[in-house]
Every structure is written in structure tokens, then in C-alpha cells.
């Protein structure tokens, strides 16, 4: 059974290993190890640095040109990344580990043009495997009755009063960093999940939005004309807003004046086998 797995490029480049005349062979990409310090004799956390991997591939084409085609392809792409120190990512089912592939070692490429044993050699300095998984929920937006809220700036639509709960799952082994994105028209947004706020004071126009990133500690606004605004300073110190949210099922409410978009990033050390 051929082991199916792609590389795609900071430039969202890809080449699809298994097929198409790209090969890999048995690797270690599955293989993890954590580094641990202690403290009298005893273990007192674990980590993990920068990581190496190695990825066996056998190119086996057609013909020569195509063979030629798949061996330009694959370096072109991996010494792009490089070159602007910009992170791609492996792919294994659902999961994927952002790396940069640093260089390879080839051997029997005399046989014939279109056919190559090499050895891809990969770093990270983010070695863990993360799955994305997005659950959206609606605005509650009703018809205009002379009842609901009205809010300045031309909002395309009255909100209902009241507010909305639902569930996020968190089905990963731990508590998970998240990108939450909320869309206009709104004020001042909060989501409140598991019991904690997420809560910016901004206004958010319809065709707006509005991006909390836990992972890389930003937030920002995407106003419709597509400039990118730095929110960060108008975040609710009252609560931390990148807390990760908890593993198991979550309650979340809010007010159900505008929209938003929850993606968790699951981490684990290997790849789920499927």
C-alpha cells in the first residue's frame, strides 16, 4: 500500500505524493520525541525544539520530460519556501505540520531522466501536527418590526434582542488555540465560551470582519474595501482573550447580533491514523 501525503507551499504550490510518478517510502514523520528538564532529580516539564525529518521519495515518471517536469517542480517549490522564510506544510489526512523542506540527497538519477531516488530532508520549528476544525454560527437577524435595536453607520439590517447558545466541541486531547472570526454589522462584539469572554470594542460594517488569532496573538479587522486594521489595543483586558479553549463540550451564547466562525487547532504529536 502506497503511503498518500502532499507538500503545499507557503504559495499554496502542491505536489501530491503516491501518485503522478512521486513516490515516498517507509519515514519517520510519524516519529515524535519531547525533550524534558527537571528539577531535583524530578521531571518538571516537557518541551519541544526545532526538529528534523526525512522524507524518502522515488520519482518514477512516464517519460523523460515528465520526469524532468516532477524534479524541477518539487525543488522549485521547497527553495521558494526557503527564500522568503515563509513555512509550508506536509499533509497527512487531516492534519498537517508546517515545515520547510531544507535540502535532499539524490542517488540513482543516471538511470534514466525520468526517474530519481532522493531523500527530502525537513525542519520544523513548529513540530507539532494540527487539525482545523471550523464551526460556524448565524446572527440571529430578524425582519425590522420597530422593536429591535438600531445602530448607526447604515447597517444593512435591524438584531433581534435576546441571545443565542450552542455548543463548540473541543474533541482534541487538550485545551486548543483558536482563530475566532466575527462578521459586520456589529458593535463590540462578545462571545462568551465556556464560561469566558472573547470581547473587542470595535464597530464592524456589513461586509467586515473581524479576526482573533490565539496562536499568533493578533487581532485584526478586514474592512470591506480589504485593508487589514490592527485591533489588538481594543481588546477587553478584563479577560484574556486568547485563552485556548477547553477540551469536551463548551457552552457558547451571545448576543446574536452578527455571525462568527470558530476554528480550532488541535495539536498532536503524530497524525491521526485512519
Not at 516537557?46 to 523523460?64: H, N
Not at 443565542?164 to 474533541?171: G, V
Request: net charge neutral; charged share 25%; aromatic share 12%.
Amino acid at each position: 500500500m502506497l503511503e498518500k501525503l502532499k507538500y503545499i507551499s507557503s504559495r499554496k504550490e502542491e505536489i501530491a505524493f503516491g501518485e503522478g510518478g512521486i513516490y515516498v517510502n517507509y519515514n519517520d514523520l510519524r516519529d515524535y520525541d519531547w525533550n524534558y528538564e527537571s528539577v531535583n532529580n524530578k521531571i518538571s516539564s516537557f518541551t519541544k525544539g526545532i526538529t528534523k525529518k526525512s522524507l524518502p521519495v522515488i520519482i518514477k515518471a512516464g517519460s523523460e520530460e515528465e520526469g524532468l517536469r516532477i524534479k524541477n517542480k518539487l525543488f522549485e517549490i521547497a527553495e521558494k519556501d526557503l527564500l522568503t522564510h515563509s513555512h509550508g506544510k506536509v499533509v497527512i489526512g487531516e492534519y498537517y505540520l508546517k515545515c520547510f523542506i531544507k535540502g535532499s540527497k539524490k542517488s540513482n538519477y543516471l538511470i534514466d531522466k525520468g526517474y530519481l531516488e532522493t531523500e527530502l530532508h525537513i525542519v520544523t520549528d513548529l513540530p507539532m501536527w494540527t487539525k482545523e476544525t471550523t464551526t460556524a454560527y448565524k446572527a440571529g437577524a430578524v425582519a425590522t418590526s420597530g422593536q429591535n435595536k438600531d445602530y448607526p453607520h447604515d447597517y444593512a439590517y435591524d438584531y433581534a434582542n435576546g441571545s443565542q447558545n450552542k455548543t463548540l466541541l473541543n474533541e482534541g486531547l487538550a485545551d486548543a488555540d483558536f482563530e475566532i472570526a466575527i462578521y459586520g454589522a456589529c458593535v463590540n462584539p462578545m462571545i462568551v465560551i465556556g464560561g469566558h469572554s472573547y470581547n473587542v470594542n470595535t464597530d464592524l460594517l456589513t461586509g467586515e470582519y473581524l479576526k482573533i488569532n490565539s496562536k499568533e496573538k493578533k487581532i485584526y479587522k478586514v474592512k470591506y474595501n480589504g485593508e487589514v486594521v490592527n485591533q489588538f489595543d481594543f481588546r477587553n483586558r478584563e479577560y484574556y482573550i486568547f485563552k485556548k479553549i477547553s477540551a469536551g463540550a463548551n457552552n457558547v451564547s451571545w448576543s446574536g447580533m452578527f455571525g462568527f466562525d470558530v476554528t480550532l487547532l488541535e495539536e498532536r504529536s503524530e497524525p491521526k491514523w485512519t
